[in-house]
């Protein structure tokens, strides 16, 4: 065989190679076509599920109380501190008192005094009666003595008063919890001048077994409000509200349910909206006068659409998911809705219906037209 007669074969089989190749390569690629990606997929039916309207909110105590002395003095003695819990009578201050013991003294004295002065116009009607009825004197004599007893008598009686002022002024000296409750800011020290009339009480007390939260809704919500609940009035509205739920500043959620009890039901002009007010247990103290929360009211809702969130994507601030069409291709639909408590879940508010098919896994891989092979899974939550 000739160099010639080599290369014609080496050249023939080198065609058949690359033509087997690439038929090879386009069996693959039909096969590939052939074999759409699994994906599980949902039928969208609507359920019953829960929404909540959620708003800030404030928490105050039931009863926060300023106090204040009835009497001005030096702070001589704080007996609690910033923070602490207090029962009602217990000792909360005491303010320096000898003026208020020196008056008492005097009071007590005055009183002595006054007694003496009764006895004394006492022996003296004794006296004259014998010697008017012997007329040796004249009535007017009696009169006078019975005058003068009066007066002596009156005189006691004021003194006694006194004496009552003094030891009230006295006792107001020490400062006491009107309710149970806890102590808040102590502005002021040992040494302290203090007094009815100063520009700060000497501290406040907010009462913690209830606790008030306090809300706000602006012309759209309380709208919204008046037409979502039942009730020719406010009030009505407010005894047919479920019990409301609190989320705290840390996301958590509050053990304990409350109710909603009170609602101005106008907007006010400088703020444009209408205050409600809520009442929550608060049996362990969680709850702190001046903290802020989120109060959420519920709303049954019979037909509602629910999705994962996972199985939805953003393009362009729109939220989206696949849908399956007959063919089993997907393409993409911009959907609007809220979330569920959960933080799994979206209540789909528009763009799905009832029977819709949506994907539920890999979307990320998936782009408009793709043909995929669907796996049904249950449509509960």
Known sequence: MNKKDSLCKLAKSMSLFLLFTACT????????????AAHT????????????????????????????????????????????????????????????????????AAIQTAQADVDAADMMVRKTRPLVEKEIISE????????????????????????????????FTIVSSPSDGIIGTIPYRKGSLVGLNASSPLTFLSSNKAMY?????????????????????VQEKLKNLPAVELLLADG????????????SGLLTTQTGSANFRATFPNPSALLQSGGSAILRIPRKVDQAIVIPQSCTFEVQDKRM??????????????????????????????????GDIIVLSGTASLKDSVLIAPTQINSKR
Do not use: C, M, W
Not at 25 to 30: E, F, G, I, L, V
Not at 94 to 105: C, T, W
Not at 215 to 231: C, H, P, T, V, Y
Not at 335 to 344: F, H, L, P, R
């Open 252 to 263: 958590s959620a509050y053990e304990h349910t409350g109710q909603v009890e009170t609602a």
């Open 41 to 108: 997929v949902l039928t969208i039916q609507p359920q019953e599920t829960t929404r909540y309207v959620s708003y800030p909110a404030s928490i105050q105590g039931q009863d926060v109380i300023e106090i204040r002395p009835r009497v001005e003095g030096y702070l001589e003695e704080l007996y609690v501190d910033e923070g602490a819990t207090v029962k009602k009578g217990q000792r909360l201050f005491r303010i320096a008192s000898p003026q208020f013991e020196q008056e008492k003294r005097v009071a007590q």
């Open 321 to 354: 998911v696949y849908l399956l069409h007959k063919d089993n291709r997907v393409r993409s639909k911009a959907i609007v809705t809220t979330a569920t408590n959960d933080g799994k879940h979206f209540i789909v508010e528009d763009g799905l219906s009832k």
């Open 140 to 171: 007017y004599e009696l009169e006078a003595a019975d005058y003068a007893l009066k007066a002596k008598k009156a005189a006691l009686a004021q003194a006694r008063a006194n004496l009552v002022n003094a030891e009230a002024n006295l006792g």
């Open 213 to 233: 939260v306090y809300f706000s809704l602006d012309e759209k919500q309380l709208l919204a409000f008046n037409r979502q609940f039942s009730g020719k009035t």
């Open 25 to 36: 390569s386009t069996d693959k690629k039909a096969e590939e076509t052939e074999k759409p």
